[in-house]
């Protein structure tokens, strides 16, 4: 059955805990997810900008959301939704 294969979110995530190790922890253990990919890009005074990469097969985005939730994060942008039988790469560009 082909889904939700790959999920590329912007995610704002309070300083405190849960770390990022147990957020990827929870959202591994979600419906159709094979792998989490956590990136730290700033860190604020309270926050935690976050780029979460999560591939699988069918990934359930609503329980993706449910999960960011539950630990007191938000999801600020769906930065790349890929969808279908495999997954496509977009080609990079040199730069100008």
Not at 37 to 49: P, W
Not at 56 to 61: A, T, Y
């Amino acid at each position: 059955m082909s889904g939700l294969r790959r999920l590329v979110l912007d995610v704002l995530k309070p300083l405190k805990e849960p770390s990022i190790v147990d957020v990827a922890l929870e959202l591994a253990r979600a419906k159709g997810v094979e792998a989490v990919n956590i990136t730290v890009n700033e860190v604020d005074v309270e926050t935690l900008s976050l780029t979460v990469v999560i591939e699988g097969d069918n990934i359930d985005f609503n329980e993706i959301k449910y999960i960011l939730e539950e630990v007191g994060a938000a999801i600020h942008s769906i930065d790349q939704v890929v969808a279908g039988e495999k997954i496509v790469e977009v080609p990079h560009r040199p730069e100008e």
